[in-house]
């Protein structure tokens, strides 16, 4: 499959997404953001389409969309039930605006196919180099604020208590989902872009109880998700994203399964 | 040593406390008692500077660090990390090699000292109240603190697990002449633990003599 330059593309796109999700996803789930990563994803595609209906590429609609909205969302009231309410509210007023941006914009049905749903024919290698740059940009945060923000993120009150600026770790945390909402959208689509941000994560939880193997899992899981995808789907001819979204609930469910089990015995 | 002098505190027009006075020595071992809402939690965070106070002073000597066991933490039964691994949420990031090893020392330590050596595998989110709480003191002791907070640390543990973990607090206060500020409702601890008792009541804060106190003074209801 790799005779072929749109499979070498989506090859190299797809392992950097997977491995910028697997290791956000870790203090996604942590953080209980898992919710909040489902809205980012759709506020995404409304950015995504306002990057259509005013020219510019739909990555950087993406970005701006969701770097404006996670800091806007990460602001909101602390109160879980008040900022899960808001937060729905603001999904499905972004979802709303993705519609109207598309019907305003003269670009074909497809283009919106592609943003929702993914796809693997429409990276060009300029692209690839723009994910490239994103996702290294991710990973490099959080090499940078990796002490603090595990301890942000696994214990916020022993953060809070030993004097860290949980506010300011809130709000780069927040930048770097919404960076890799985008970066992820690109290949599994803005409406299943948290599968990968959050099952990993969720299922390494099950499997292992260290920092490091929970990324390291984490990112596994990720990696073998889009790749078995990617070849399933140029074996298939069908969606990528059925295919990881398939694996990667497989996956959830089976550490679900062996967590009760190791319970029990 | 801490000193409070006329320290007052009020959020927006509602008065929280007004013109604490009061010392605590370095190594005493201080029960603060009273209502719910009278104030305890907002003293404690004004002293740890996650809230600012509205006049009056309360000092400490600024080379002295605070390791504080909260009330509350988010810890359900999917919480994934190891005991070791929360209670080394607290350790400093260092790149240099020695550094990391002395690290990896005072962790061996900390376990030690708060017997959880053999459990240091544990998922936390699995293990017993008792054994949370002991992970919740060593990860506040882990950084040699001089003063440690106990806030209400003691209130969902059966009697044996309380008196355990407080014959530990005491341990470690003796040997390391650590000061603990115990926040509690608990009568018979504090009776059996601890050397003097504040007591918030009518908006201020007055020492009252261990031999002085008397169970009404623990109410959970203002």
């Not at chain 1, 809205?39 to 990057?51: K, M, P, Q, R």
């Not at chain 1, 984490?218 to 990617?230: D, F, I, K």
Request: aromatic fraction near 10%; hydrophobic fraction near 45%.
């Amino acid at each position: 499959m790799f005779d072929y330059e749109f499979m070498r593309q989506a090859f190299v796109a797809s392992t950097f997404i997977a491995i910028t999700a697997g290791l956000v996803g870790v203090f996604v789930v942590s953080r209980n953001m898992s919710f909040l990563s489902h809205t980012l994803s759709e506020i995404g595609f409304a950015g995504a389409s306002f990057g259509i209906l005013i020219g510019i590429s739909p990555l950087a609609g993406m970005i701006i969309f969701t770097l404006i909205s996670s800091i806007a969302v990460g602001s909101l009231s602390s109160e879980s039930s008040r900022r899960e309410a808001s937060i729905s509210a603001i999904s499905s007023l972004f979802i709303g605006l993705g519609i109207l941006f598309l019907s305003l914009s003269s670009e074909s049905s497809s283009y919106a196919t592609n943003i929702l749903f993914g796809s693997i024919v429409g990276i060009s290698s300029k692209e690839v180099q723009q994910l490239l740059i994103l996702a290294i940009f991710v990973i490099f945060i959080f090499i940078i604020f990796y002490k603090p923000l595990a301890f942000d993120s696994f214990d916020h009150i022993g953060a809070q208590a030993a004097g860290l600026k949980t506010r300011l770790l809130s709000i780069t945390f927040l930048v770097t989902l919404a960076l890799s909402v985008s970066i992820g959208a690109q290949i599994v689509g803005s409406l299943l872009v948290f599968v990968l941000l959050t099952l990993p994560g969720a299922t390494a939880k099950y499997l292992v109880h260290t920092l490091p193997k929970l990324i390291m899992v984490s990112v596994g899981l990720s990696l073998a998700g889009v790749w078995l995808g990617l070849y399933l789907a140029f074996v298939t001819n069908w969606p990528v994203t059925f295919f990881i979204s398939a694996f990667e609930v497989i996956a959830y469910f089976c550490g679900l399964s062996y967590k009760n089990w190791k319970l029990n015995h | 040593m801490i000193e409070a002098k006329n320290l007052t505190k009020k959020f927006g027009n509602q008065l929280v406390f007004q013109d604490l006075n009061f010392q605590i020595n370095q190594g005493e071992f201080v029960s603060l008692i009273g209502p719910n809402g009278s104030g305890k939690t907002t003293l404690i965070k004004i002293l740890m500077g996650l809230e600012k106070k509205t006049s009056g002073t309360l000092d400490f000597n600024k080379k002295e660090t605070i390791g504080y066991v909260p009330q509350f933490r988010n810890i359900d039964l999917d919480y994934p990390l190891s005991i070791e691994q929360f209670i080394r949420l607290n350790l400093k990031f260092t790149p240099s090699f020695t550094k990391r090893k002395s690290n990896n020392q005072k962790i061996c330590d900390i376990l030690e000292k708060t017997g959880l050596t053999s459990l240091k595998d544990r998922p936390l989110g699995l293990s017993s109240g008792g054994e949370k709480q002991k992970a919740y003191l060593a990860q506040a002791l882990l950084n040699d603190p001089q003063i440690l907070i106990l806030d209400e640390s003691t209130a969902s543990l059966d009697v044996e697990v309380k008196m355990q973990l407080m014959d530990l607090v005491a341990e470690l206060s003796h040997k390391y002449h650590l000061t603990v500020i115990f926040i509690t409702h608990d009568y018979e601890l504090t009776k059996k633990y601890t050397q003097r008792v504040l007591l918030f009541q009518n908006k201020t804060i007055k020492n009252v003599n261990l031999n002085n106190i008397s169970e009404n003074m623990f109410g959970k209801e203002q």
